[in-house]
């Protein structure tokens, strides 16, 4: 068993060491390369950033003497010579830096930059250059150099049709996404080198705001989980022992919370760990496929319905006794091994009861960016090992704490009951995202509300489960959180008739699977959708818009319905599986205002990214930005969202006039606030009728 042990800690040792030395190898900012024809002697150079989540990347012109600013160098030739400077979009955004003391320009999420030149000679070449520039992150204050060889290739008298050559690193001769002969200059909707052109509001009250704002909050509620794994039935009699094994330390009361302090963080780096193992063998590249194919949604909603069967007391998770003995003999030889096998001794004992929670975190942080399951384990980490490092320090405290008693398993009884809820909401996304029609929201809303009920009668002791004690008496705070849950099941109910329920918005099936709606009836027997539209959408017989709207979910069609009514284009980029699309549907959409606005002011279009339906081989496109084949409606308008736009998250509202040229530079991404949306839709009607007038 020893000599196991010992092959056992060298292939950890092995694998550690080697994603650490990965992990010092940062590349937070990706390069793509592309070239524009723009006249028969004028082509357009651009370098497409895409910056890692919580990074940045400082722009090229801002005051000397501050961080190290981006900087292009185009070989000299004879073939070509530039036109004017490197500009870059969108705007960078500005901050007055206190350390350098100078007001500094850097870019979040992407970045465009954009060079001009000349051909002089009629032959075919290439342009060979270098960027440099710093990238630095927030979290912890790291800066890394940029430095990136480019070449684009000038393939002259070879143009495709639409005058669009992407060089080597992705692949020549691209058909588009449509062409649209009425724009000018025949631009393709692929193209995003409109942009910069468009009119910008210079109104700095419309509030912008970044969609990503979910790193704290996965940290929180990770937080919240692992104080609520420290009253489980595994971990919460373990305190006092554990505690009680740094107080007798033979080094004496100092030592022994010197050791304590020691395995709090052992904890943590466990958990991280594990976190840092998910990340590395995941990754952000599986981010759409984890969120929106059917077969990961399945199967996180099958874990999440195994470990409520275990939580409920069906089975126990058991990790096997041989890792637990292991762990247990190597606490025991003391120093300062012991405190760490002793929290490794913690993490496999209470695997039971801890499993469902941190892989209830892992799921949902799984389809993220790289760092999200990190900020996960450690949020969960640090809770869980707060308890025993205080008690360890002021061990007096361990008077006050309750004795372990069946309490413990109603705790965990609750869980599985919340598990079996959330589980729901996996399922769901497979289900919308296939139309498959299982799942709609009057369904989700019964399975809730009977889950919920049902967790309420267990609360007042009218359930008992096979490891319950005898409950003799309803205490004041079960009273209470079977109140709470009952008001829970009540404020449900008018959801089954078609209340929109806004506190659940984006955790529910959207309200267009709801069958009966009376909102819905009523608005469509009283001719209270007077709503102009010019031909039936295509994709209306699984795809509506919320609150009785009028739209497209095709582009095409939009763009020749607002050239038809004469209007401008709001393009909505959604997705089933968006829950902050929802809330902005639910809670902004609804407003009297914003629907007014959108009803007589605009022509909607609504693309779906994740929509998994096949669409015929003549509406297949090769994209721009990556060279593949799409062949979904979603996974189209997910590259024309990248390739036009240079952001592929959601929600995101664009506005464009009826040739498709962005009216508003800034799109606008979440924010719950009705008055800055309807600013945003009046910027973009008063800038369209403005141009329409010139």
Known sequence: MTKRFFILTIIVTVLLTAFSVNAQILEPVKWKFYTKKISEDVYELKAKATIDDTWHLYSQYFEDGGPIPMKFTFKKSSDYKTIGKVKEYPKPHKEYDDIFEIEIKYFSKSAIFTQKIK????????VKGSLEGQACTDTDGR?????????????????????????????ENLDTLTNDTSATNNKSLTNDANIPDSIDTGKSEIN?????????????????????????????PMIPMTVSFFMHDKGGKK????????????????????GTLVAVLLGPEFANFLSTHWFPNII?????????????????IMLPNWLIAKSDEQADKGGWVAPFFMAFTLVVVSFSCTGPLVGS????????????????????????????????FFPQMLQNIPKSGGWLNSVKVILGFLELALGLKFLSMADLTYHWGLLDREVYLALWIVIFTLMGFYLLGKLKFSHDSDLDYIKVPRLGFAVLTFA???????????????????????????????????????????????????????????????????YEQGLACAKEQNKPIFIDFTGHGCVNCRKMEDNVW???YVLQVLKEDYVIISLYVDDKTLLPKEDWITSSFDGKIKKTLGSKYADYQISRFGMNSQPAYILLDQNGKVLVKKPYFYNPDPKEFVKYLKAGVKIYKNTETK
């Open 119 to 126: 051909i002089l000679n009629d032959k075919s070449f290439t």
């Open 143 to 171: 800066c890394v150099p940029i430095k990136e060889d480019f070449e684009f290739k000038i393939v002259l008298n070879k143009i495709t049709n639409n005058d669009t050559i992407v060089s080597e690193d992705t692949t």
């Open 208 to 236: 912008i705001i970044d969609e990503n704002t979910s790193l704290w909050t996965l940290f929180w509620i990770a937080f919240g989980l692992g104080l609520v794994a420290i009253v489980t039935p595994c971990v919460f």
């Open 255 to 274: 030592q022994g919370r010197k050791k304590a302090v020691f395995f709090g963080f052992s904890i943590i780096f466990i958990y991280t760990v594990i």
């Open 300 to 316: 996180f909603f099958l874990i999440f319905i195994f470990f409520a069967a275990s939580f409920l007391g069906m089975f126990e």
């Open 361 to 392: 975190i892992l799921v949902e942080s799984a389809g993220g960016q790289f760092v999200e399951p990190v900020i996960g384990m450690l949020g969960f980490s640090l809770a869980f090992a707060l308890p025993f490092t205080l008690f360890a």
């Open 488 to 554: 829970f099941v009540i404020y449900m109910i008018p959801g089954m008739f078609g209340a929109p329920l806004k506190a659940l918005s984006g955790y529910l099936p959207p309200m267009k699977t709801h069958d009966y709606d009376l909102n819905r009836i009523i608005r469509d027997n009283t001719g209270n959708n007077m709503q102009d539209q010019c031909d039936d959408a295509k994709y209306s017989d699984f795809l509506e818009l919320p609150h009785g709207l009028k739209g497209y979910f095709d």
């Open 590 to 592: 609804a407003d009297t």
